[in-house]
């Protein structure tokens, strides 16, 4: 069974920054589009970066973030990361990872707290 496993969020004050990796255990993602997603309180879950497995892995990112994230993945290690830089309020949300369209279970998150 595939287990998505997130981590590396927490609390910071608004302009800092954090890494979060997904650990995908018991599934091969080298050839699936990855991605992270963060769902806010009270709001649905949507999308924020992705990247491909194949064509030089081409990188997406939704408005709200770009500039700020970087989503990069190690195919070898079946880990996705996203670098998240001069964080803001509106950033907090729960964030997991999974397939682009989403076809995973999904994982617990990680809860990313950016105070003002």
């Known amino acids: 069974q595939v287990q998505l496993v997130e981590s590396g969020g927490g609390l910071v004050q608004a302009g800092g920054s954090l890494n979060l990796s997904c650990a995908a255990l018991?599934?091969?993602?080298?050839?699936?589009?990855m991605a992270w997603f963060r769902q806010a309180p009270g709001k649905g879950r949507g999308l924020v970066a992705l990247?491909?497995?194949?064509?030089?892995?081409?990188?997406m990112y939704a408005d709200s973030v770009k500039g700020r994230f970087t989503i990069s993945r190690d195919n070898a290690k079946n880990t996705l990361s996203l670098r998240m830089a001069s964080l803001k309020p509106e950033d907090t949300a729960v964030y997991y990872c999974?397939?682009?369209?989403?076809?995973?279970?999904w994982g617990q998150g990680t809860q990313v707290t950016v105070s003002s």
């Open positions: 990247m491909t497995g194949s064509g030089g892995g081409v990188r």
């Open positions: 999974n397939t682009q369209p989403p076809r995973l279970n």
């Open positions: 018991g599934h091969t993602f080298s050839s699936a589009t």
